[in-house]
Each structure stands twice: as structure tokens, then as C-alpha cells.
């Protein structure tokens, strides 16, 4: 089955500064990669999503990048603000009936003012 | 306008007890999902279900008994709970074609004593 790695699990930055979170998967078939922000005591909510036929995706501050060689995407965010602060998980999946998400161990991103 | 909705949003009960979570969606999809999260943040699919039938069952004790009564609404009953199943239960659903995005509910905290 797929295996999902996410680093850092611990994120800190400055106001203004950007934030990189980073993952890895192991199943080649994996084709859909989105990710999810999740506040505290709310459910995870897509913020930006990439399909393996793209190579980069950019959403106002929001990026995403994927590596479909090495396996790997990354999560980009510019110009952080207090309310980024929240958990970020990594997913991956093959877009099949049922879709099923693997989702990364979670990065908790906080910014400071 | 809710669009994916869990109920209740805190369960605290007894060891050995049974329990039921609801979970409603309006968006017209017809995959819907539960999902467990563990203290440490981390999220696992627990069952899928397409058009009311499983699709997914992953390794979930069989006291965990989800029931789709219709494409809208996937119910999941607990039953001779324990200490290990406190979590927050979260419901998410999917359109089978086009996009892939799931959509999370609320989450539901489950609290045994």
C-alpha cells in the first residue's frame, strides 16, 4: 500500500517569512495529491491540490510542487500570517472509485506576530 | 449551508457501552467516508462506501459497524466501546467523477471512560 512521509511534524515562522512543508510517497501509481488545513477543533479543509500531470500549481500565496521522479511534493506558503497557524496534511491517492487518501502525519505550522 | 454535518460533536460515555455518530451530506456525492484521528493527530480511513455499498474496510475492529441507509447519510454505530476508541471521529464525502476532493465534516470527540 501507499506510505506517506511529512516533514517537519513542527513548523514555526516569523510573520512575513515563507513556510515549506515536505512529503514523500512510495506508490508510483499514486496520481492525486492534495492538501489539507486543519484548525483547531475543525475538520481539514482542501486548500490546493495537484494531479501528477502538473508539475507546479499556485493559488494567491498557496504553492504546491511535485517531483513525480524523486516522489516527492511540497507545500509553499508566502508572506505568512497569524491565521495560517494551523495543522497541514499531505495526502496521496489514485483517482479510482472510492478515491482513498493517505494522508501524511501532519505538520503543525505556527506563525508568530 | 452545512455541507457536511456529524452528530454529535461531543460523545463522553462508559467503557462497554454502545454508541452511534451520525453524518448527512448535501452535496449531491455519492462516496462518503469515516475517518478516525488519534490524539497524535493522525488521520485513517476507516470504511468507504459508494452508491450505500463498502468499498473500503480497512482493519477496524468488527464492534465498528457503519450502515449507509442512503447516498446521503453514513452512520457509524460502536459497539462494547473502549478506552482506545476515544478519538474524534471525523465523516467526509466525495463525487465519484470529476474532482476528488473530500469534503469533512465537523468531527465528532469520543470520550471513554
Known amino acids: 500500500g501507499e506510505n506517506v512521509e511529512q516533514h517537519p511534524s513542527t513548523l514555526s515562522v516569523q510573520e512575513g517569512d515563507s513556510a515549506v512543508i515536505k512529503c514523500t510517497y512510495s506508490d508510483s501509481a499514486s496520481n492525486y495529491f492534495p492538501w489539507y488545513k486543519q484548525e483547531l477543533g475543525k475538520g481539514p479543509q482542501l486548500i490546493i491540490d495537484i494531479r501528477s500531470n502538473v508539475g507546479e500549481k499556485k493559488d494567491q500565496r498557496i504553492a504546491v510542487t511535485l517531483n513525480k521522479t524523486a516522489k516527492h511534493f511540497s507545500l509553499h506558503i508566502t508572506e505568512t500570517q497569524p491565521e495560517d497557524s494551523a495543522v497541514y496534511f499531505c495526502?496521496?491517492?489514485?483517482?479510482?472509485?472510492?478515491?482513498?487518501?493517505?494522508f501524511g502525519t501532519g505538520t503543525s505550522l505556527t506563525v508568530i506576530p | 449551508d452545512t455541507a457536511v454535518s456529524q452528530t454529535p460533536k461531543y460523545l463522553v460515555t462508559q467503557m462497554g457501552n454502545d454508541k452511534s455518530i451520525k453524518c448527512e451530506q448535501n452535496l449531491g456525492h455519492d462516496t462518503m467516508y469515516w475517518y478516525k484521528q488519534d490524539s497524535k493527530k493522525f488521520l485513517k480511513i476507516m470504511f468507504s462506501y459508494n452508491n450505500k455499498e463498502l468499498i473500503i474496510n480497512e482493519t477496524v475492529p468488527n464492534r465498528f459497524s457503519p450502515k449507509s441507509p442512503d447516498k446521503a447519510h453514513l452512520n457509524l454505530h460502536i459497539n462494547s466501546l473502549e478506552l482506545g476508541d476515544s478519538a474524534v471521529y471525523f465523516c467526509a464525502s466525495s463525487a465519484t467523477s470529476g474532482a476528488n476532493e473530500q469534503f469533512f465534516g465537523p468531527g465528532t470527540r469520543l470520550t471513554v471512560l
Open positions: 495526502a496521496a491517492s489514485r483517482v479510482v472509485t472510492g478515491n482513498q487518501f493517505y
